[in-house]
């Protein structure tokens, strides 16, 4: 019914820079918060940020805070997580989430497939 795809993960050094995106398609009608969840190897999935439909409500997890920054753009059902200062520590398979309406007027959580995201030197 609802397909999350994202894109952007990769090969980063130390301190560098990188921005995932998540779009969404399928039989949505409305899409309410959608966030970032990370897993690392060997450890449970982490929740790292979340952003509200208006976008004017944003949350993060003390371990990213001040590094990364969560947006959307409605208009393209597509959510955003511009990351920066990046430490291996961020290592980790990045998922996108998020509460469609669909146009079938039920709402469920959709998860995207995930991207890696490696940070080394």
């Known amino acids: 019914q609802v397909q999350l795809v994202e894109s952007g993960g990769g090969l980063v050094q130390p301190g560098g820079s990188l921005r995932l995106s998540c779009v969404a398609s399928?039989?949505?009608?409305?899409?309410?918060?959608m966030g970032w969840f990370r897993q690392a190897p060997g450890k449970q999935r982490e929740w790292i940020a979340a952003?509200?439909?208006?976008?004017?409500?944003?949350n993060y997890a003390d371990s990213v805070k001040g590094r990364f920054t969560i947006s959307r753009d409605n208009a393209k059902n597509t959510v955003y997580l511009q990351m920066n200062s990046l430490k291996s520590e961020d290592t980790a398979v990045y998922y996108c989430?998020?509460?469609?309406?669909?146009?079938?007027?039920?709402?469920?959580?959709?998860w995207g497939q995930g991207t890696q995201v490696t940070v080394s030197s």
């Open positions: 952003i509200s439909w208006s976008g004017g409500n944003t």
């Open positions: 399928g039989n949505i009608f409305s899409i309410y918060d």
């Open positions: 989430n998020a509460d469609v309406l669909t146009t079938g007027r039920v709402t469920i959580r959709s």
